[in-house]
């Protein structure tokens, strides 16, 4: 299983990537985009579908054809490559796009998470996301498959990722308090960030805890493999051209951006 996953990039990417397209239903895939910035990448084409958030809430029919929409959308700008930055499109959807748009290198967040798990080494593991999310069963299912012995623990958090977007720091705290409340009574100490939204609230989950936490999100598998496919720079101070489109309120995502800090400047 392990060595599916690292093979993943390799056998899904063919040359340089210079231009990279993601999108998600909100703020939660400008996670990827922030880890991404100090890559020698010329430019990240960013869709916020904030009209439709949260994916979660959505039905499949929609998710899938609104995935199709967004990549032919972020596919006239002429991108290397589309990371679907949803885990509820992912775990969705995911093998339908791949067929779909066989001439596009598709990324998705799913398998990232789900292998930087694997390699966390612990044995106790909850598992987040939206309720349609969870209710796939994908990132559970592969990692029991890699390791039987595993516990896993899995919890939907409806209400979180439009709390987050909505920067409601009190509701956070309130929806973990009972959200968390099965990772606390079966002593998970690493927990898979089923959502892109859910790693702007990593302070809230870890004070959640009495004792010490680790949250997997992906992001740095990602990075490191999309790395491998960019030409080194031999300016030191890399500056990539970050393109946002807004499909809802425009003020409320700013404010978004704002709080989270993953504006450029």
């Excluded at 996953?5 to 400008?30: A, C, E, P, R, W």
């Excluded at 798990?117 to 349609?132: K, P």
């Excluded at 999100?217 to 491998?228: C, L, P, Q, V, Y």
Aim: aromatic share 8%.
């Amino acid at each position: 299983m392990q060595n599916k996953i690292q093979n993943y990039f390799k056998n899904l990417i063919n040359g340089t990537i210079k231009k990279i397209g993601i999108f998600d239903s909100g703020v939660g895939g400008m996670s990827i985009v922030n880890s991404l910035q100090n890559l020698p990448i010329e430019e990240i084409v960013y869709i916020a579908d904030t009209a439709h958030i949260p994916y979660g809430n959505q039905t499949k029919k929609f998710i899938k054809q609104r995935c199709i929409e967004l990549i032919n959308i972020l596919q006239t700008h002429n991108v290397d490559c589309i990371i679907i930055g949803c885990h509820t499109a992912s775990a969705v959807v995911f093998p339908f796009l791949q067929k779909k748009f066989c001439d596009v290198p598709l990324i998705d967040v799913a398998l990232p998470s789900i292998y930087e798990t694997m390699l966390s080494g612990s044995s106790n593991v909850g598992i987040t996301g939206t309720l349609m999310t969870i209710n796939t069963h994908l990132h559970k299912t592969m990692l029991m498959k890699n390791n039987k012995n595993l516990n896993v623990i899995e919890q939907a958090c409806p209400l979180l990722a439009e709390s987050i977007e909505n920067c409601d720091n009190k509701k956070i705290d309130r929806l973990l308090q009972r959200y968390l409340k099965p990772f606390l009574k079966n002593n998970v100490d690493t927990i898979l960030l089923g959502c892109t939204h859910y790693i702007f609230a990593a302070k809230n989950f870890k004070k959640a805890f009495p004792y010490p936490i680790k949250l997997i999100d992906g992001r740095t598998f990602i990075h490191d493999k999309i790395k491998n496919f960019t030409q080194e720079s031999s300016n030191n101070s890399i500056k990539n051209r970050l393109t946002v489109t807004v499909t809802g309120n425009q003020k409320s995502f700013e404010q978004s951006f704002k709080k989270y800090k993953v504006l450029s400047d």
